[in-house]
RNA sequence: CGGGGUGUAGCGCAGUUGGUAGCGCACCGCGUUUGGGACGCGGGGGUCCGCGGUUCGAGUCCGCGCACCCCGACCA
């Protein structure tokens, strides 16, 4: 391992962001350009916000399936504006076995095409509905720029597909995902995101109303961490999925579909890493506690190795992911650095002392330094542990609302706006326009983030930009 | 596609008037070490982005490609 400090993220905080993906193990570039290579230790997180978030949707009703890759060109060109949204960054298969092919096929940039092909096919009665399928899949959109993590022309996500008799009950559905989301962020990964409605602009192509959650990172730049669309009866429309109802009249169906993505694990190391490296919330970190024997000789290693096992054993009974790092060659301080900049929680250091005072070190990654380093007895070890794995859980979560709130502002007029979202997110009357969305980014570079359903002590204001009368604030940021 | 930059060991770089390639980290071996990024000795690893040209001789000079990165237009 490099002996080399990392960059730190007030000098660069994009050199920062990718030296600390390359150097924690999480992911690599693959050989074309674009592509990523989840490594074990990134694809272990990801395993387990796969099982956070599958826990959240099994609870809701919904159940996996498996949906194919390749999809006829001409089915992602039924519906209008889904196609215009798409057909940039589509990748196009031309040729198979050899030969060209009939009709080409589009590698899946998301699955609403195909589902809906597949639900008309389904859904023949009321007594069919509600469909609520997920798939955990990847897809491919041919973007120009891309970063690890945020932007890869593949990535890894889910992607749920629900067909309702109703538009009440689809908006309900939307609606109730969003919240699955915003309950996996914040008890699951300590990331606090903004909610609320997207503008026309930034709206899902082919969708009704898009929602989604907006995170503040490290350097005040907002990122879109999940989706729920009301694709309202576009996609019935553009699929002809209908259904007979209780009355033996046809109707068309209405769907939603909603998605997280390995994205989210960029957002948990934006949101929670320091000059160390990154920090993983508890719940989700691969290794919970990293256990680090200290000893001279080989004497002492027996001894220490002792306690390391009977702790561990203990340790993992109840479901502490613990880590051993047994290896020889490095020093102490070499493997404290070393599992700081992978963001293990908590650290824990058994050494001759330790052994002779029947009591362990602990040291809190998101404490840095002394501060963060106690010396706790052996007594009742495994709930001290899970206790304060408990603590650090809440304290990354509660250190990320105060960086959320102490960057966000209402701004008087749009000068002050304009200073706001230079370093930071402003909430501001919008009109909702899409010509002041434009002219606001190609001012300021913010985009709106999102319209929040909030209770507003006043009926309306007066839009930042064009003073028109509006009913709804947005939040707006420079975004990923 | 516009504007800027870079291609030399896995990574980061140096390479003088053109003379046959080196440094740090990483890696392998042995020994001493180990409570905040250990040290010594030994070792392996290179179509110098590609093609063409000038030259007795090109990493170096000239021409043409290609790739990648950064900044804009598009995006979970």
Redesign the pocket.
């Known amino acids: 391992?490099?002996?080399?400090?990392?960059p730190s993220r007030t000098e660069d905080y994009?050199d920062w962001y990718n030296t600390v993906v390359m150097r924690a193990d999480l992911a690599d570039y693959g050989p074309a350009?674009?592509t990523m290579i989840v490594k074990p230790y990134g694809w272990t997180l990801w395993e387990n916000m796969q099982q956070a978030l599958d826990r959240r949707f099994k609870d809701t009703g919904h159940v996996n399936a498996g949906f194919p890759m390749f999809i006829p060109k001409s089915f992602i060109d039924r519906e209008a504006s889904h196609v215009e949204?798409f057909s940039?960054?589509l990748a196009v298969v031309t040729i198979g076995g050899g030969k060209q092919l009939e009709e080409p096929l589009v590698v899946r940039p998301t699955s609403e095409t195909i589902i809906g092909h597949t639900y008309s096919k389904w859904i023949k009665s009321y007594r069919d509905l509600p469909v609520l399928i997920n798939l955990w899949n990847s897809v491919v959109?041919w973007?120009?720029?891309?970063?690890l993590f945020?932007?890869?022309l593949e990535?890894w996500w889910q992607e749920g597909h629900t067909a309702h008799a109703t538009y009440e009950e689809a908006q309900e559905e939307t609606l109730q995902m969003l919240e699955v989301y915003i309950d996996f962020a914040r008890n699951e990964a300590a990331i606090a995101p903004f909610y609320g409605r997207k503008s026309n602009s930034e709206k899902?192509p082919g969708a009704d109303v898009t929602y989604?959650i907006e995170a503040m990172m490290g350097d005040k730049k907002a990122l879109?961490a999940g989706?729920s669309h009301n694709l309202g009866q576009n996609f019935a429309k553009a699929f002809d999925i209908q259904y007979l109802d209780n009355n033996n009249e046809m109707q068309y169906c209405w769907t939603t579909s909603w998605g997280l993505?390995?994205?989210f694990i960029g957002a948990m190391i934006m949101t929670h890493g320091d000059d160390?490296g990154i920090i993983m919330p508890p719940r989700l970190a691969p290794h919970q506690v990293v256990l680090i024997p200290?000893?001279?000789d080989d004497g002492q290693k027996s001894i220490v190795m002792e306690t390391v096992d009977r702790i561990s054993t203990e340790l993992l009974d109840h479901d502490i992911r613990v880590h051993i790092d047994d290896r020889?060659?490095?020093?102490?301080?070499?493997k404290?650095?070393?599992w700081?900049?992978r963001g293990v929680p908590l650290r824990m250091?058994?050494?001759?002392?330790?052994v002779a005072n029947q009591s362990v070190?602990l040291?809190r990654r998101d404490i840095v330094?002394k501060e963060g380093?106690n010396i706790v007895s052996q007594e009742n070890i495994t709930s001290k542990v899970s206790d304060l794995l408990i603590v650090i859980q809440d304290s990354l979560l509660e250190r990320a609302i105060k960086f959320r709130d102490g960057n966000t502002c209402e701004p008087r007029d749009y000068d002050h706006f304009k200073e706001i979202v230079a370093d930071g997110f402003a909430l501001a009357w919008w009109c909702g326009e899409d010509t002041c969305e434009i002219a606001i980014k190609s001012d300021t570079?913010a985009t709106s983030r999102c319209i929040p359903d909030i209770d507003l002590p006043v009926k309306g204001g007066a839009c930042i930009y064009c003073g028109k009368m509006s009913k709804d604030k947005a939040y707006f940021a420079k975004s990923y």
């Open positions: 391992m490099s002996k080399k400090k990392l994009n350009r674009g949204g940039p960054e959109r973007e120009l720029r891309t970063k945020l932007r890869t990535f899902f989604s879109q989706t993505s390995t994205r160390q200290i000893h001279k020889e060659g490095f020093t102490p301080g070499h404290f650095n070393y700081e900049l250091e058994i050494g001759p002392k330790d070190t040291a330094g380093k570079k």
